[in-house]
């Protein structure tokens, strides 16, 4: 079992900057990929930002050049910087950690809401 816990959310102006961490427990051992993924009201789940456990970051077109994913091994955690905050970023955003056979894990989520 691994265990997630994001912090960090909140209500923040557009053009302003956000961190969210996400922090991980339990067999943090068998985690290949952490992400964040968020999902506004009415819309489907999507993919924000993900980090393997070698390093390599992939992100989604609407965040490239503004997010940043990060990870901390010696912490357990895992950061999404989040830069040029708009108003169509506003989303409950989840931590998601990807362990192969020994399953899918996600958070119970935090609320990002910019205003404009």
């Known amino acids: 079992q691994v265990q997630l816990v994001e912090s960090g959310g909140g209500l923040v102006q557009a053009g302003g900057p956000l961190r969210l961490p996400c922090a991980a427990s339990?067999?943090?051992?068998?985690?290949?990929?952490m992400g964040w993924y968020r999902q506004a009201p009415g819309r489907q789940r999507e993919l924000v930002a993900g980090?393997?456990?070698?390093?390599?970051?992939n992100y989604a077109d609407s965040v490239k050049g503004r997010f940043t994913i990060s990870r901390d091994n010696a912490k357990n955690t895992v950061y999404l910087q989040m830069n040029s905050l708009k108003p169509e970023d506003t989303a409950v955003y989840y931590c998601?950690?990807?362990?192969?056979?020994?399953?899918?894990?996600w958070g119970k989520g935090t609320l990002v809401t910019v205003s404009s």
């Open positions: 998601n950690a990807e362990a192969g056979l020994r399953g899918n894990y």
């Open positions: 339990g067999m943090i051992f068998s985690i290949n990929v």
């Open positions: 980090i393997t456990s070698g390093g390599s970051t």
